[in-house]
């Protein structure tokens, strides 16, 4: 018998592939965030969606088929989400925002899918991790393209170009880590979240496309900096 994630289901007679495909991606991203990939069964999947072992297999193949498809899934719809919050008729640190509160606000409305790509996903490894590599590529082109944006308003286009993608990797880094300490403090607003992190990451942001950069001192035993 299925445990927390099973729920009584009539086996429905005939349903159009893709409501069928979504009903099945459905159940399946409910038990892979409870259980994991190694623990999650195909039973209860099947129990969860209310259709057959063979049916699932049919349609979206075995476990692990069915796992990659659960990841492209979701991973697409966070995507689009944040696409989705950028407004492109504000400044690019407001664009930025807008993504963030886009970003954790799909994680608060899709913990399931957050926990699926975050801590399952990346876990397992494989092919798997590879999927959550590509979208993390695209989230710091996406962020990257906002910063070489603030650069280009204050003419210095070249110089944030440079760094541009690394600082956008390292903010993509710090919006995952705080999503998942979310998860362990749901209690925190999703927007707070998202002040958290402009304020730890824009300022610097900024400061780097005002021409304002940090560097050593050289009586602390440095002699220079590499290019910012």
């Not at 994630?5 to 409501?19: D, M, S, T, W």
């Amino acid at each position: 018998m299925a445990q927390d994630a099973q729920r009584p289901a009539e086996r429905a007679k005939r349903l159009p592939r893709a409501v069928r495909e979504k009903q099945i991606l459905d159940a399946a991203v409910r038990v892979f965030s409870l259980h994991g990939y190694h623990s999650a069964s195909m039973d209860e999947i099947s129990d969860v969606a209310g259709v057959s072992k063979p049916m699932i297999y049919s349609y979206l193949g075995a476990k692990e088929d069915l796992f990659l498809h659960c990841i492209r899934r979701e991973a697409n719809r966070m995507l689009e989400a944040v696409q989705a919050g950028i407004r492109p008729d504000v400044p690019p640190d407001m664009q930025l925002w807008h993504g963030l509160r886009a970003f954790y606000g799909f994680v608060a409305s899709h913990r399931e899918s957050w926990v699926v790509l975050h801590r399952h996903a990346i876990t397992v490894g494989g092919p798997f991790a590879d999927e959550i590599t590509d979208l993390r590529g695209k989230a710091i082109k996406l962020v990257g393209g906002l910063v070489v944006s603030a650069g280009a308003r204050k003419g210095l286009a070249e110089q944030v170009e440079f760094s541009g993608e690394g600082l956008a990797a390292a903010l993509v880094g710090a919006a995952e880590s705080l999503a998942d300490w979310w998860l362990d403090h749901t209690d925190v607003p999703d927007g707070v979240l998202a002040s958290w992190l402009m304020n730890l990451a824009w300022l610097g942001f900024n400061d780097l496309v005002e021409g304002q950069l940090w560097r050593p001192r050289e009586h602390d035993g440095e002699h220079g900096a590499d290019q910012a």
